[in-house]
């Protein structure tokens, strides 16, 4: 089995992969890790649905005061904090996973700056019977390495989420594709950096399904390969790429 990575440039700029990187991993390499720190060591968070920000001295701001915000994350630079304003809770929770509701415009992912100013609506809900359409909730939220784009989860379909990427310098939103969870691989510092790990669902052609982890250029158009046959959550991913990825 070829256990390498060709060393072939394929994710680090704004195209779509051109060439495929080969690799293979064996079951059961991946071991449970923490999430890899941000490039600042300040952190922001949500706590009673306001957004707080954790600077380096250890001093805490709030951000927000409405008590509907929440999943923030901070932008690369460490200027521009993005979070999900919350419109309506009230959705069945066992439709969430696939299911905006009937008030999916009241859900908002918004920014704000650091020092508390100059927050502003990216994109608002959107209410819609396509899973393809319909917009909410703005999960999971990950930069690309140079803060141009930010990729996040709505709910999808029945047996997936939907991946989707918001551009800042077009302002423009787009579905991606599915995924049960994603890590962008923003902290490599060489071939794949910003390429998309993305965990999804799929069928044997004899019967049954898995969930595996697959690698993919930052469009999702291009699928380069497996990074793990087994059911394992995002830290893991992190973990076992940053031993092929980081020099």
Not at 15 to 23: C, L, M, P, Q
Not at 77 to 89: E, N, P, R
Request: with cysteine; charged share 25%; proline share 3%.
């Amino acid at each position: 089995m070829d256990g390498g990575l060709r060393a072939t440039p394929v994710c680090g700029g704004e195209d779509a992969v051109t060439s495929f990187g080969r690799f293979a991993c064996a079951v059961g390499l991946l071991v449970v890790a923490s999430r890899a720190a941000a490039e600042t060591k300040s952190r922001v968070y949500a706590d009673a649905g306001n957004v707080y920000l954790e600077d380096t001295d250890g001093t805490t701001k709030e951000l927000t005061h409405s008590g509907r915000d929440q999943d923030p994350a901070l932008s690369p630079d460490g200027k521009t904090v993005v979070f999900t304003h919350i419109g309506d809770d009230e959705r069945d929770p066992k439709f969430k996973w696939h299911f905006c509701g009937d008030h999916a415009e009241r859900d908002e992912l918004r920014a704000i700056g650091v020092t508390g100013t100059r927050e502003r609506l990216l994109l608002r809900g959107r209410t819609s019977d396509d899973s393809a359409t319909q917009l909410c909730d703005f999960t999971d939220k990950q930069f690309a390495s140079n803060g141009g784009r930010l990729y996040f989860l709505t709910p999808g379909w029945a047996t997936s989420r939907a991946l989707h990427v918001y551009d800042f310098r077009t302002g423009g939103e787009r579905l991606l594709g599915g995924a049960e969870q994603f890590v962008v691989l923003s902290f490599c510092t060489h071939d794949y950096r910003d390429c998309l790990a993305v965990q999804q669902h799929r069928y044997f052609i004899g019967g049954g399904s898995y969930d595996w982890w697959w690698l993919y250029d930052p469009r999702l158009k291009n699928e380069i390969g497996a990074v793990s046959t087994a059911e394992n959550g995002p830290q893991d991913v992190i973990r076992y790429a940053r031993s092929w990825c980081v020099e």
